[in-house]
């Protein structure tokens, strides 16, 4: 609403909103949750659902086949975005409105609803990843709880060039840096524990250091439209 209604700076509001929120679910945790944590933060985690004859794939079946129910939501989600961007009409008209704003508002789209509602459904899509914390792998809700992976999510779009599969293949890549870091601390590596809880950070750094000069995102991304 403030991007696309009011005409904010994406970047800046977006940081004020992150901050806001951070503080405001800190607060409550603090005042409401670690006081009834047995009535409101102590939810039951979804268990695993084996897919039968894939799951039993070495290595990759239980990786990507024995799984809860928002991991397979994920996969739905990953293929239903891919085949609506680019077989769809809805797609096209999305497409457009990041594009060239201007040229789709002057065959009827209107820019501002496009944007205001794919905005909406990317937040719900999102939402999933924070209920996989809460109720998928943690079993409850601590202060920052997402630890910043926000932003790492948002380099793998980056690093993915804003297409929905390769920004998978990116999350898989920085979700194995993360996984590596505490596999090594498990088996008691010599490199200190802060070093290697920094490595997913690292190759976020790195990944998008080295990418993002090479990857186009769609023109008008972050830009608001003013009806000339």
């Not at 497409?95 to 002057?106: F, L, N, Y």
């Not at 932003?151 to 929905?164: D, S």
């Not at 840096?177 to 088996?187: E, I, P």
Request: hydrophobic share 55%; net charge positive; glycine share 12%.
């Amino acid at each position: 609403m403030f991007a696309i209604k009011y005409v904010v700076n994406q970047v800046i509001v977006g940081v004020v909103i992150n901050v806001l929120i951070l503080g405001l679910t800190t607060f409550l945790y603090q005042q409401v949750l670690l006081t009834n944590i047995p009535t409101l933060n102590a939810p039951e985690t979804l268990k695993p659902i084996a897919v039968p004859l894939v799951s039993q794939i070495p290595v990759i079946g239980p990786l990507l086949f024995d799984q809860n129910i928002i991991v397979y939501l994920m996969y739905l989600a990953v293929i239903g975005v891919t085949v609506g961007l680019f077989r769809t009409r809805w797609g096209l008209r999305l497409r457009a409105v990041g594009e060239h704003p201007q040229a789709a508002d002057t065959v009827g789209i209107n820019v501002g609803r496009t944007r205001f509602w794919n905005v909406a459904l990317a937040g719900a899509i999102v939402g999933l990843g924070g209920a996989y914390f809460t109720v998928g792998n943690i079993g409850g809700f601590t202060a920052n709880v997402s630890s910043g992976y926000g932003y790492i999510a948002l380099a793998a779009v980056i690093f993915g060039g804003w297409h929905p599969i390769r920004a998978t293949l990116a999350a898989l890549m920085f979700g194995f840096a993360t996984n590596l870091g505490s596999a090594l601390g498990t088996f008691g590596s010599p490199v200190p524990n802060d070093f290697l809880l920094m490595l997913p950070y690292l190759v976020t750094i790195f990944a998008v250091a080295g990418f993002v000069g090479r990857v186009r995102p769609p023109a008008a991304a972050g830009r608001p439209y003013i009806k000339s």
